[in-house]
């Protein structure tokens, strides 16, 4: 299932939200371009960059910690630790997102590890039913108010996957840069997760017919 064919999300979103750059070598060079101003101290084109990837950052957070305030504060965090670290970056490593991602996924493990905590949501009678297609099954979910729950089912390593795939919409290729792992490695981890959702719908009791 590709990122396109997840249905559109239903979640908390804030009023600066931005899609990310369009994919290609044209949009590359003029990122490039600004994080090279930004690093420059340019304070329009650190705040293009805010601007451009705060929306899926916030919904990585947000469905990392399960609560509204704490991701707002853990983007905030992000991106003050984005800003004093712009220096360091090479352009010619990682793509920026992966490494701007790989800082918000470093300020979610703080929090746990801090917070000793994972908040779910409660589960309710209203899940939603789908066929036996258990990419059919998560597009349903992802849209479902019991996206938090189901999520916090999966091991960390299939959820991260989850996230990143369908809520932030990253490509796979990317979601490999962000974790470490090989692409095949991604696949493999985002087809157990989206069985394991249609699994858990079955455990809830949630007809397929």
Known sequence: MSTSEGAALN?????SQHPSHAPGIDASRMEHA????????????????????????????YYQVGDTHTAEDLTAEVFEHMIKAL????????????????????????????????????LDDNLPAAGNDPEVLADQL????????????????????IIL???VEMPIAEVARVLGKRQDAIKGLQRRGLIALRNLLADWNVGYE
Do not use: C
């Open 87 to 122: 220096p360091r970056y090479r352009i010619q490593g990682s793509a920026f997102q992966a490494w701007l991602f790989r800082i918000a996924r470093n300020a979610a493990i703080d929090y746990f590890r801090k917070a000793n905590m994972r908040r779910l949501t409660a």
């Open 34 to 61: 600004l994080i090279r101003q930004a690093q420059a101290g340019d304070l329009e084109a650190v705040d293009e960059l805010y601007r451009t990837y705060h929306g899926g950052v916030f919904r990585y957070l």
């Open 142 to 161: 992802l849209t479902s108010t019991h996206l938090l729950e189901a999520l916090h089912k999966l091991n960390k390593n299939q959820r991260e996957v």
């Open 11 to 15: 979640l908390p979103r804030e009023a």
């Open 165 to 167: 795939r369908f809520v």
